[in-house]
């Protein structure tokens, strides 16, 4: 019962977080499944870390596909060729179950994370709406 309240509150964030919010969640959520690969390792459960590290694999792939490299410019560029060289090395880690390649791709992502979260609270309040509601406003025309 817990769990399933633990899982409609995390939704319900989910569904009403501003884009910027939703990043940041992302980078949480890379870094989470990062610790748990590494501790599965640690444990030798090759298959719990296989499925934790293609879940940040997942998320890396969601930030990289979210870049808008018009707007952007330099920055998402950089961002980009950042993601996929994370990209690479969570796949190289995973093949060869290496918490020291995990180790580095945690740093940059936590590196990330707090980068943004400054980010964060320097941008004026400005409240958009989700990419969630925009995908159901767009399928209701």
Do not use: C
Not at 38 to 67: F, G, M, Q
Not at 114 to 122: L, P, Q
């Amino acid at each position: 019962m817990q769990n399933q309240h633990n899982q409609n509150y995390f939704e319900q964030s989910v569904y009403t977080a501003s884009p910027a919010k939703l990043v940041e969640m992302l980078y949480g959520g890379a870094l989470s499944f990062i610790e748990q690969a590494k501790n599965a390792i640690a444990e030798k459960d090759y298959i719990t870390a296989n499925t934790k590290i293609v879940r940040a694999e997942d998320i890396i792939v969601e930030l990289n596909i979210s870049l808008d490299l018009e707007k952007g410019q330099v920055i998402a560029t950089n961002l980009r060729d950042l993601y996929n060289y994370l990209y690479k090395r969570l796949l190289e880690a995973n093949s060869k179950k290496d918490t020291k390649i995990l180790d580095e791709v945690y740093r940059f992502v936590k590196e990330l994370k707090d980068i943004w979260s400054e980010v964060m609270k320097k941008e004026p309040r400005n409240p958009q709406e989700s990419p969630v509601d925009r995908k159901i406003l767009d399928l209701s025309r």
